[in-house]
């Protein structure tokens, strides 16, 4: 997805983030998590889908992505969101994506990040930022 493409999405929801770059990043690291549980699933030749979703809910701002990929194993749900914890081959994944995005949506912006999951069935994570620090975000000036 181009820069431009996440600007746009930002910007439909009314909101500005000045960690934008950090969000997009975000974005596309849960693109990326959700384009490899489906090829991890499907079979040659078929599809699967993913879906991203944008709202707004009282003061949060709230962005989902699901995927209809392989699910999450109940035995790694806890550790997902730990730094370099990956369950990809060497090369292909390093375990940073969900650990980043945990520190940009958590840390950086006051926000939460979550996700539910259906082994066989597909994972959504979701999203929620508070529009209130949307234009002060922790950590930067
Ligand atoms: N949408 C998803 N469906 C199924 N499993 C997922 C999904 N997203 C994350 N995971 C699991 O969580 C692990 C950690 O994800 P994370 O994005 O932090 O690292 P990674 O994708 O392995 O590597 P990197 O993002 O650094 O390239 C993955 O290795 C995978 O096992
Ligand atoms: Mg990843």
């Known amino acids: 997805m181009s820069r431009e493409a996440h600007v746009q999405f930002y910007e439909s929801l009314g909101v500005r983030f000045p960690g ?6 975000v974005v596309l690291n849960l693109l990326v998590n959700a384009a ?5 699933k499907v ?9 991203v979703r944008t709202r707004t809910a009282g003061q949060d701002v709230e962005i989902s992505v699901s ?13 997902v969101f730990e730094p370099f ?13 969900l650990a980043l ?5 958590v840390k950086k912006h006051g926000g939460k990040i979550w996700f539910e999951t259906e082994v066989g069935k597909g994972t ?6 508070p529009v209130s620090v949307a234009a002060a975000p922790k950590g930067s000036a």
């Open 124 to 129: 959504t994570f979701f999203i929620t930022l």
């Open 101 to 105: 995005a945990y520190t940009v949506v």
């Open 43 to 51: 079979k040659d030749g078929e599809k699967g889908q993913i879906t």
């Open 85 to 97: 914890f990956t369950t990809k081959e060497v090369g292909k994944g390093s375990g940073q994506g």
């Open 67 to 79: 995927d209809t990929g392989k699910g999450i194993p109940e035995a790694i749900r806890n550790r």
């Open 20 to 25: 934008a770059t950090h969000l997009n990043q």
């Open 36 to 40: 490899h549980a489906i090829k991890e």
